[in-house]
Every structure is written in structure tokens, then in C-alpha cells.
């Protein structure tokens, strides 16, 4: 595929939409939460990474690798270096920090921090450090 046959399909690709082998995902889509307290039950997300196996042959042995997220820094090595020098892994914005909130700066113990994450049914704590090292 040459460059200008790519060019063609980016409107397409750009609106989430999929075009041969290429796909694209639409981002930037805010959950919204109605103004109502009424919700009785079930789970709400903006985000879930699901992968789905169909059925009892479903194998993925043959496969290099696979995740629910993968997170991949390419291209030009200068705009490589650049993004490792100035990017972060996932940035969290608009919460407030104290005790039982989703993120809490805690100043006592081994970490500076600790967001609220859940593995099953459990609620766990992982520990965030200001400082490399």
C-alpha cells in the first residue's frame, strides 16, 4: 500500500472505522454518568480490554505474545527518546487525595501514595514512590 492510498482511508480510520486489515479505535469518548442516584447494581466503565475466547479450541500458543493492553513507543528514534524522556505510562487526572479516596498521599508509610485498584473481589493498594529508584 503506498502512501497516498493510506491517506485515503484516514477519514475512515480517524472516525473508529475499518478499512482492509487496518483498523482504527475512536478515543477520547467520555463515559457519561446521568444525573441520577437511582443505579441499583452492575458494573460501569469506560474502558474494558476484553479478550473473548469463543470456545473450547480457543488457543493462543502460537501467538508471540498477548495482553489485554500493549503500549508501544515507535517510530523515530529521536521522537522515541523524546517520548521516554518527557511521557508517562498513564496519567490520572481530577482526583482528590485523602483517606478512602481512589488515590491517597500518605506520607507515613514505605510509599508517597497508593491508588485503589481491584483484583477480583478484593480491593488492593498499589504503592507509588515521587522519586525514581
Given at each position: 500500500?503506498?502512501?497516498r492510498?493510506?491517506?485515503?482511508m ?11 486489515q ?31 475466547s ?26 522515541i ?53
Open positions: 500500500m503506498d502512501r492510498e493510506l491517506v485515503k484516514l477519514p475512515a480510520l480517524m472516525i473508529g472505522g475499518k478499512v482492509g487496518l483498523s482504527a479505535v475512536k478515543t477520547n469518548d467520555p463515559l457519561h454518568v446521568p444525573d441520577d442516584a437511582g443505579w441499583t447494581g452492575g458494573t460501569l466503565a469506560a474502558i474494558q480490554a476484553e479478550i473473548f469463543d470456545g473450547a479450541a480457543s488457543d493462543t500458543d502460537g501467538l508471540t505474545e498477548i495482553s489485554f493492553i500493549r503500549v508501544v513507543n515507535g517510530g523515530n528514534s529521536s521522537g527518546a523524546d517520548v521516554e524522556d518527557d511521557g508517562f505510562l498513564l496519567s490520572l487526572q481530577g482526583f482528590t487525595s485523602a483517606t478512602g479516596n481512589m488515590i491517597y498521599e500518605n506520607t507515613t508509610a514505605d510509599s508517597d501514595a497508593t491508588i485503589r485498584i481491584k483484583i477480583g473481589a478484593t480491593t488492593y493498594y498499589m504503592m507509588c514512590k515521587d522519586a525514581e529508584g
